[in-house]
């Protein structure tokens, strides 16, 4: 059976606002804002907070007409693409790494996880530790449907399992909402400026392990675990040393 269009679209990394969009634009061809408002029903100021990632990303373009600005959507072929190059990339980019835990003669285990089911038990895996969980992350870029998962269900179980988390985190709206320091979510948040550090892979170190998967919402959904006791302990060093360098920015928020 085919898949609808919505799936596709979410298949490609698009959220729902993020498909809406496109898929009116697809059906109705270039338009202006408020023309877009009216068939997406999303407000006008959302849309103008959404357009810059939408271009960046290349899902919509801008198109000029005389002094009118006009957004249409990319080619179905262009947002494949664009898919599909940020899928090798980071595939090239993990199997480096890889490439070079083995040359340092570590002989890490090392497992891959493709897609939003297996990143979820990328994720879980940290619930099976005894010790602490060091982050780095922005919760911006998570996809809607991996962000409502772990506000829903993979916080409450590590809450329950009293597994502490020491997070570094992009001081914006998302991360202040979703990552907040206290005794009752088991976590210590230390908030550093987005645009300096840009966070664009999440990582967690816990036990013997390091973790890194996309956090991006317009792409692929692909994660490593590497399980080396020594590449987890240089890990843990560096963490400490960010951690102790992100407390001069708690006037950050």
């Known amino acids: 059976m085919a898949k609808s269009e919505n799936n596709l679209l979410a298949d490609l990394g698009l959220n729902q606002e993020e498909a809406i969009i496109y898929q009116s634009l697809l059906d109705h061809g270039p338009m202006l804002p408020q023309h877009l408002a009216q068939k997406t029903g999303i407000k006008r100021t959302t849309l103008y907070s959404l357009f810059p990632t939408l271009i960046q990303e290349g899902i919509i373009?801008?198109?000029?007409?005389?002094?009118?600005?006009?957004?249409?959507?990319?080619?179905p072929e262009a947002l494949f693409e664009s898919y599909e190059a940020k899928y090798k990339d980071l595939k090239q980019n993990l199997g480096e790494l890889a490439s070079l835990y083995r040359m340092q003669g570590m002989k890490p285990e090392i497992q891959i996880f493709e897609g939003t089911e297996e990143i979820k038990?990328?994720?879980?895996?940290?619930?099976?530790?005894?010790?602490?969980?060091?982050?780095?992350?922005?919760?911006?870029?998570?996809?809607?449907?991996?962000?409502r998962w772990i506000v829903e269900e993979y916080v409450p179980k590590r809450i329950r399992k009293k597994i502490f988390v020491r997070a570094i985190v992009g001081a914006d709206k998302a991360g202040q909402e979703h990552m907040p320091s206290g005794k009752e979510y088991y976590r210590e948040t230390r908030f550093v400026p987005v645009d300096k550090f840009p966070f664009r892979i999440e990582t967690m170190i816990y036990a013997d392990k390091i973790s890194f998967?996309?956090?991006?919402?317009?792409?692929?959904?692909?994660?490593?675990i590497i399980r080396s006791k020594q590449i987890a302990e240089s890990q843990k060093s560096l963490f400490s040393l960010a951690w102790e360098g992100a407390s001069k920015y708690k006037n950050v928020i």
């Open 121 to 147: 038990k990328l994720y879980a895996d940290t619930l099976n530790t005894k010790g602490e969980v060091l982050v780095y992350n922005s919760i911006t870029k998570y996809r809607e449907d991996i962000l």
């Open 213 to 224: 998967f996309t956090c991006e919402k317009a792409g692929p959904q692909v994660g490593i």
């Open 61 to 75: 373009k801008e198109v000029k007409q005389g002094k009118r600005r006009l957004f249409a959507p990319v080619s």
